[in-house]
């Protein structure tokens, strides 16, 4: 397990730092010109806020294998009259998700008529923002903006950004041979995002799921990574300075990956969606809150790690592993939550799934623990490596 943390999953902290640096300053331009670009219809149009928040594994210190994709929330800035209207996920949207339509309050000036006719929806007999439509806008925003970044920046990187239908446009960094020492081409995911306050935002859901999504376009998911980098920074600061709880999840998704690689299709998409990273973290949240943090030292990496494993098998024989910030009255108060989280129906990750396809997968990671050193030995040759896909 150390070598193959050492020689395929730990990043350098220089090439990740210095990847992030250049991440940064290239998304500072683009946001900037397409805010100043957005200050033109006026204030009745989708606008950036001007900022932008970084999220993701690779800045929670649990990315693996290369510092080479990233994920930003760019906040857009919207008219007033649109109010937060939380789903029943079972309801209509897909399950295993909590999602929330943003209506437009009963009553609305004229004056807003012009936006809700370009931006909004029906559903259920009233008008709800379109994460459809507000993407394609945002992916055309931000292209018009490209030219006088990628001028301005010409000298440092190559940028480029493309964009599939219904998933957000991902910007394309080459640095320039002579600028950065790390020589990395780095794709960055931007992700139009709704703020909600208290560092919460909304942002489009997948366009595909396990099962069917009615009215999709009305309905946006939750982010919560503000809340979720706040408890890492918690449990940083009250577990031992050896604590090997990062390094636990980024083993779990090593093994994960490498024993996908040996599985048909359509198991082999099933297996990666049901342990998804979301998903192993949150697992990981649960057990760490369960015990004293102490027993997570470096010593007892091992047992840790069977831990996590044992508590993945049991959530999936039960079918049943609970968001881990939507009701939740059991967090530490250190770690204080937005009303919005404590007054959300709490969601079961696990609750897309049918039970013969969970208890496949947990007969499958049990079989992955007990045989790791061969899983890592066999899928680690290059023959069976895979090229890890853009976001």
């Known amino acids: 397990l150390e070598t193959f943390y050492s020689r395929q999953l730990r990043l350098s902290p220089h090439v990740l730092g ?38 993701g594994s690779a800045y929670e210190q649990h990315k693996v294998r290369s510092p080479d994709c990233f994920d930003i929330l760019v906040p857009l800035r919207l008219p007033p009259h649109l109010e937060p209207q939380p789903r029943c996920a079972d309801e209509l949207g897909p399950r295993g998700a909590f999602v929330c339509g943003l209506r437009a309050r009963a009553g609305s000036p004229r004056r807003y008529r012009p936006f809700s006719e370009g931006f909004c929806v029906e ?37 480029n950004l493309s964009a599939c239908p219904g998933r957000p446009p991902t910007l394309h960094i080459l640095p ?15 992700i139009p995002a709704i703020p909600l306050g208290d560092a ?14 009615p009215a999709p ?24 300075a050896s604590s090997c709880h990062l390094k636990c999840l980024q083993i779990i998704k090593g093994l994960r990956d490498l024993r996908g690689q040996g599985l048909e299709e359509p198991f082999c998409s099933q297996w990666g969606q049901v342990l998804s990273s979301y998903v192993l973290k949150t697992a990981l949240f649960s057990l760490l809150l369960q015990g004293p943090l102490e027993a997570w030292d470096e010593r007892f990496l091992v047992e840790r790690l069977e831990d996590l494993v044992l508590y993945l098998r049991d959530c999936l024989r039960k079918q049943v592993l609970m968001h881990f910030f939507l009701g939740n009255a059991s967090l530490p108060e250190a770690v204080a939550l937005p009303r919005f989280l404590k007054e959300a129906t709490p969601v079961n990750l696990l609750s897309a799934f049918d039970g013969h396809m969970l208890d496949m997968v947990a007969f499958q990671l049990i079989s992955t623990w007990i045989q790791a050193p061969h899983v890592i030995r066999m899928y680690s040759s290059p023959r069976y490596l895979r090229p890890v896909p853009t976001p």
């Not at 957005?38 to 999220?55: H, K, N, T, W």
């Open 176 to 190: 320039c041979s002579d600028y950065v020492c790390c020589h990395i081409s780095m794709a960055v995911r931007l």
């Open 217 to 240: 376009e009305a309905l946006w998911g939750l982010n919560a990574s503000r809340q979720e980098q706040r408890l890492l920074s918690w449990l940083k600061e009250q577990a031992p």
């Open 123 to 159: 559903l259920q007999g009233r008008s709800h923002l379109s994460s459809g439509l507000v993407l394609r806008w945002f992916q055309g925003h931000l292209q018009r903006c490209l030219g006088a970044v990628r001028y301005r920046l010409q000298e440092r990187c190559r940028i």
């Open 200 to 213: 919460l935002y909304l942002t489009a859901l997948p366009p595909e799921g396990p099962q069917a999504v």
């Open 18 to 55: 210095h990847s992030k640096a250049h991440v940064g300053r290239v998304v500072a331009e683009l946001v900037r010109a397409a805010k100043a670009q957005g200050l033109q219809p006026g204030p009745l149009a989708l606008s950036l806020r001007g900022d932008f928040v970084r999220i």
